[in-house]
């Protein structure tokens, strides 16, 4: 059973090719079951399984574009805790 929160965080200027390169890596690993994010400080490792939600936002604002792609899932420990039944007597 995990505990705790972990979190990575990276924010940088890129190009497009960049960004490109990014988002391949991120849609690789999430076909292979794996994803790891890390940079100097920080890595983390996730394992994407299941039925995963996705949102997707985007915002034109004057001279300032924006897009979320949010993609989440419970892990199955997560998934069993919920499907616990109550018992009261």
Do not use: C, Y
């Not at 790891?36 to 001279?63: C, H, W, Y």
């Not at 924006?66 to 998934?79: A, L, N, P, T």
């Amino acid at each position: 059973m995990r505990s705790g929160k972990r979190s990575f965080r990276h924010q940088s200027l890129q190009d497009n090719k960049s960004i490109q390169d990014i988002l391949k890596a991120i849609t690789g690993g999430i076909a292979r079951g794996k994803v790891t994010f890390s940079d100097e400080d920080e890595k983390i490792v996730m394992r994407p399984e299941g039925l995963l939600d996705l949102k997707v936002t985007a915002t034109q604002e004057e001279n300032r574009n924006r897009f979320d792609i949010r993609i989440s899932w419970q892990v199955e420990d997560d998934i069993e805790k919920k499907k616990k039944s109550l018992s009261v007597k």
